[in-house]
């Protein structure tokens, strides 16, 4: 598959190279350092051929991590494979990955490189699993010399659940699922929808005895039957695209469109997903702009809540954008929170800390412009918000059931929470 990975810094110096194939030589590595990192291409093209050999790249924080190859190799896997080396290098780093760390940890970082990548091809990228025998300062968890811990080990990374052990105990199983959504919303200056999509991540932390199967089920359009639809206030969701964890079975979700796993021990994320249709949203703006003289502008804008009373959005803030000639802006009037211009911004700030559901705030502002040579039009950005709203989904999807089955069976406690967020909220004026 690979030919050599290779680990640079922003100036094009070479700080780790691994070789797992000698067909791509250490000349043809310094022409693509040179002509590609050097000069400041490395962002606008994420594969590059040189001469019949192809460099796969990708940057995180001042590093940029490359593969090369000659063969004709399957692009989004050594993608995939990159992004989950930057994971696995940060968890072994405190969430820290730079050149810094680069340098003083190059023996572990070859250490790891010889674990998870045999003659090209990805192994292991498991990081419980390489921890308990590649650690840092020497102190290994496992002792390599006890023959039942090392088949353990082998039958874990080898096996069909690389990523749970066997022999988890807790004394109290719960199991938290948060929903987690990105409302991404445009209105025109006209108040018409021009864009509205949800971007999702389900975010699951298991803390469950032994290996137990769970079964998720979802508000989908395609389980629910007319008659459940018809009865029921929730018509169900359409996943436009979805991507899962290693852990899913997906011939079972293809065929009842229920998700079933055995889940990794602690927090990981279950599944990401997008929905077109039917996004509700959160927040209603009534902008207004008027013109008082040549160097006075009135804003005013107008915010409703648009969901039910018993939900409060917390953390709300709109910013109102202004000519970049503002010389001072004054608050007259606001409903609720604290407003003020921030010359940084450009904007006139709008904070609510707790925004109650079904409720209306107002808010009016003057500001004054400082006088220009040339008279140029004022090009309107659009105004932007930020917020988040607990207990409510923009898309409407919710958890119909979460079932959970094991040897022993217990009865874990479960707990679910929705979360919805601001992704580019906007509103043109």
């Not at 999702?200 to 298991?206: A, D, E, H, S, Y």
């Not at 959160?282 to 207004?288: A, D, H, Q, V, W």
């Not at 979360?419 to 580019?424: D, R």
């Amino acid at each position: 598959m690979i030919s050599s990975i290779l680990l640079v810094n922003l100036k094009g110096e070479i700080l780790i190279w691994r070789a797992y194939k000698d067909d791509v030589s250490r000349a043809e590595w310094e022409g693509f350092c040179n002509r590609v990192i050097a000069a400041k291409e490395a962002r606008d093209k994420p594969v590059q051929g040189i001469n019949g050999c192809h460099f796969v790249h990708i940057t995180a924080s001042d590093i940029v991590l490359v593969a090369a190859t000659k063969d004709n190799v399957n692009v989004v896997l050594v993608l995939k494979l990159l992004y989950k080396m930057v994971e696995l290098f940060k968890s072994y780093f405190g969430g820290a990955f730079d050149e810094n760390q680069v340098r003083r940890n190059f023996v572990l970082i070859y250490e790891l490189l010889d674990e998870i990548i045999d003659y090209g091809y990805p192994q292991i990228l498991e990081s419980d699993i390489l921890k308990r025998y590649i650690t840092q300062g020497g102190a290994k968890t496992v002792n390599l010399n006890d023959q039942e811990q090392l088949k353990k080990i082998t039958v874990q990374a080898t096996g069909i659940c690389s990523w749970r052990a066997e022999g988890i105990k807790y004394r109290k199983n719960e199991v938290y699922i948060d929903v987690i959504e990105n409302v991404n919303i445009l209105m025109s200056a006209k108040r018409e929808r021009l864009r509205a999509d949800v971007s999702g991540q389900i975010i699951v932390k298991c803390q469950l005895s032994g290996m137990p199967e769970c079964k998720f089920g979802m508000n989908d359009k395609l389980v629910m039957s007319t008659e459940q639809r018809q009865r029921s206030w929730d018509k169900g969701i359409a996943l436009d695209d979805y991507r899962f964890h290693q852990c899913v079975r997906l011939s079972k979700f293809d065929m009842d469109r229920e998700i079933t796993f055995i889940p990794p021990d602690g927090s990981f994320e279950l599944m990401t997903y997008r929905i077109t249709e039917n996004i509700e949203s959160p927040f209603k703006l009534l902008p207004n702009v008027k013109v008082l003289g040549r160097n006075r502008l009135e804003l005013s804008l107008q915010v409703t809540a648009m969901y039910d009373r018993n939900i409060t959005a917390t953390h709300v803030r709109i910013d109102f954008p202004c000519p970049k000639n503002t010389a001072r802006g004054h608050i007259h009037n606001i409903g609720k929170g604290k407003a003020r211009y921030e010359p940084s911004q450009a904007a006139v700030i709008w904070r609510i800390p707790k925004f109650p559901g079904r409720q209306e705030y107002s808010m009016l502002a003057e500001v004054e412009l400082a006088s220009t040579v040339t008279d140029k039009q004022w090009v309107r950005p659009p105004i932007q918000m930020s917020f988040d709203v607990p207990q409510f989904t923009a898309s409407g999807l919710r958890v119909r059931f979460l079932k959970v089955q094991e040897k022993s069976n217990y009865k874990p406690v479960k707990w679910i929470r929705y979360v919805t967020k601001a992704g580019a909220y906007q509103h043109r004026i």
